[in-house]
């Protein structure tokens, strides 16, 4: 099916408020985080080192008693009562502790505890040390910034630094929506992040650089158009300009564009409804990464590169006068 021709170009200003609109919430929500919590986001045990333990429950249990046994025995706890697998399942999130010995027993100390309140033993008992956490945060840190490297030097390489500029800027606003959503969800609904949200974020990362790098490789075809002949919807000729060119190689990529991002939307969607509850958060990054960053690849990047091109050619202008 061929979509209609867009002048996106044209409305550029609009794509970028709605940028915006979508991304000042998001750094608020940075901001109460920051203040609530000492980080951009809600860190999980996988950063903070701490143990989930988890108990199979029965219909008829009910929390408020669980909870004041929990809060008696290790303050600071968090209880959730979530379903896998059809079962009722109780989570409890505890942090770490600096002695391990004081840890095994005040586990061992809620176990015996609970047993009065549950009826049995934990299910699962997940546990990360108080130094192991704060080393994955940093290698996944790590791991973001040399990504982002990596990605200019390549895109540097393989159009012109322009283009990498404008590419590294649809990214940013990629990871800074959905940072902005996690951050908002963390401070309003305790939803918190763990190794796989980084996953999740270098994986949104490559799909939104791989959609960009084709919509930039067709502009860089097409560029050696600008100043051919074109005819406007009157029947008027007109010489073409850079943005012309861009916009017409957008729309010659949008359908792909669009058809792509569809088809891993569909799946994300049937894996956030139907799969488990320990995939869902990392499921529910993924879809809002690559909704937005489908959304930028077509309306940000290259509007962009349009208004930067556009920039210097006027400072180009502008200076012939002064030079002469």
Request: aromatic share 10%.
């Amino acid at each position: 099916m061929k979509l209609p021709h867009v002048d996106i170009v044209k409305y550029r200003n609009w794509w970028f408020g709605i940028s915006l609109a979508i991304t000042l919430p998001g750094v608020v929500g940075v901001f109460l985080c920051l203040s609530a919590f000492h980080a951009p986001l809600k860190p999980g045990i996988d950063f903070t080192g701490g143990s989930i333990i988890q108990y199979d429950l029965g219909r008829d249990v009910k929390l408020d008693g669980i909870r004041s046994v929990v809060e008696e025995t290790i303050p600071g706890s968090q209880v959730q009562d979530a379903e896998i697998s059809g079962k009722r399942v109780l989570v409890i999130r505890t942090k770490a502790l600096d002695d391990q010995q004081k840890d095994e027993a005040l586990k061992k100390k809620l176990t015996e505890a609970l047993k009065t309140q549950v009826g049995n033993d934990p299910r699962s008992v997940d546990t990360v040390s108080g130094i192991v956490g704060p080393e994955l945060l940093q290698n996944g840190l790590m791991s973001l910034f040399l990504t982002f490297g990596a990605m200019v030097l390549y895109i540097k390489f393989r159009f012109m630094f322009d283009y990498a500029l404008c590419a590294i800027a649809a990214l940013f606003h990629d990871v800074l929506v959905l940072v902005g959503i996690f951050a908002l969800l963390g401070y309003y609904h305790g939803t918190e992040v763990d190794s796989l949200f980084i996953s999740a974020v270098l994986t949104v990362i490559g799909f939104s650089v791989h959609d960009t790098i084709v919509v930039f490789d067709r502009i860089r075809e097409n560029a050696k158009f600008v100043g051919s002949k074109g005819v406007d919807k009157n029947g008027k000729e007109y010489r073409k300009t850079f943005g012309d060119i861009a916009n017409d190689s957008v729309n010659q990529t949008l359908a792909r564009s669009l058809y792509t991002s569809l088809t891993v939307i569909i799946t994300l969607l049937a894996l956030y409804f139907l799969g488990g509850v320990t995939t869902r958060e990392f499921v529910l990054a993924m879809l809002i990464g690559i909704i937005s960053g489908t959304y930028s690849s077509i309306f940000n990047a290259s509007c962009l590169l349009v208004w930067w091109r556009e920039f210097k050619s006027k400072q180009k202008t502008a200076a012939k006068p002064a030079t002469a």
